[in-house]
T-cell receptor, first 113, second 114 residues
Framework: SAVISQKPSRDICQRGTSLTIQCQVD?????MFWYRQQPGQSLTLIATANQGSEATYESGFVIDKFPISRPNLTFSTLTVSNMSPEDSSIYLC??????????FGPGTRLTVL | KNQVEQSPQSLIILEGKNCTLQCNYTVSPFSNLRWYKQDTGRGPVSLTIMTFSENTKSNGRYTATLDADTKQSSLHITASQLSDSASYICVVRPRGSTLGRLYFGRGTQLTVWP
């Protein structure tokens, strides 16, 4: 199985600033994803992080707002840019391995003031 | 429209009791259905996975059932423990999605009281 770690685990940020969340997987995975989970809501896929190329974004999410990098098979970052209070949420990194099992990180709880 | 609906939204039971959580989905065709447990402040952890042809899958005190004809699944928890307090999320993966898109329910928030 894969273990996913995220940094930071939580942060409180000012409006207009940016935050970069790091995701590290302890084993090789085929796919990596970023999700957002708002209170009482289901997980929403932001994008699929592609190694060495631009991420594939879901409808409603754009690269300028959520730039994503994946320089290698086990590491990815998500940046939340020019934050507003509406961006307050939990951001989850996820990865799928060769057995098609999907794992989730512990999440980053973001509060924007 | 592909959807996953879970019920109840929340549930409180006493320690040692059994409970059943429901999941109805419209995702079709579907590849597999998973139940995840999400503790507060943690990411979801997979409990069970069932493919189209499977009717039941157990993992300790957790037993999931699937009726692909009616597009319903349930998660049965026996002899509940305080540590079972968590959100339980039903997740359906459609067949043929090149990106492996998943459809998530909103979860059932289970609270086990001593």
């Amino acid at each position: 199985s894969a273990v996913i770690s995220q940094k930071p685990s939580r942060d409180i940020c000012q409006r207009g600033t940016s935050l970069t969340i790091q995701c590290q997987v302890d084993s090789q995975v085929t796919m990596m994803f970023w999700y957002r989970q708002q209170p009482g809501q289901s997980l929403t896929l932001i994008a699929t992080a592609n190694q060495g190329s631009e991420a594939t974004y879901e409808s409603g999410f754009v690269i300028d707002k959520f730039p994503i990098s994946r320089p290698n098979l086990t590491f990815s970052t998500l940046t939340v840019s020019n934050m507003s209070p509406e961006d307050s949420s939990i951001y989850l990194c996820s990865a799928r391995d060769s057995t098609d099992t999907q794992y989730f990180g512990p999440g980053t709880r973001l509060t924007v003031l | 429209k592909n959807q996953v609906e879970q019920s109840p939204q929340s549930l409180i039971i006493l320690e040692g009791k059994n409970c059943t959580l429901q999941c109805n989905y419209t995702v079709s065709p579907f590849s597999n259905l998973r139940w995840y447990k999400q503790d507060t402040g943690r990411g979801p952890v997979s409990l069970t996975i069932m493919t189209f042809s499977e009717n039941t899958k157990s993992n300790g005190r957790y037993t999931a059932t699937l009726d692909a004809d009616t597009k319903q699944s349930s998660l049965h928890i026996t002899a509940s423990q305080l540590s079972d307090s968590a959100s339980y999320i039903c997740v359906v993966r459609p067949r043929g999605s090149t990106l492996g898109r998943l459809y998530f329910g909103r979860g059932t928030q289970l609270t086990v009281w001593p």
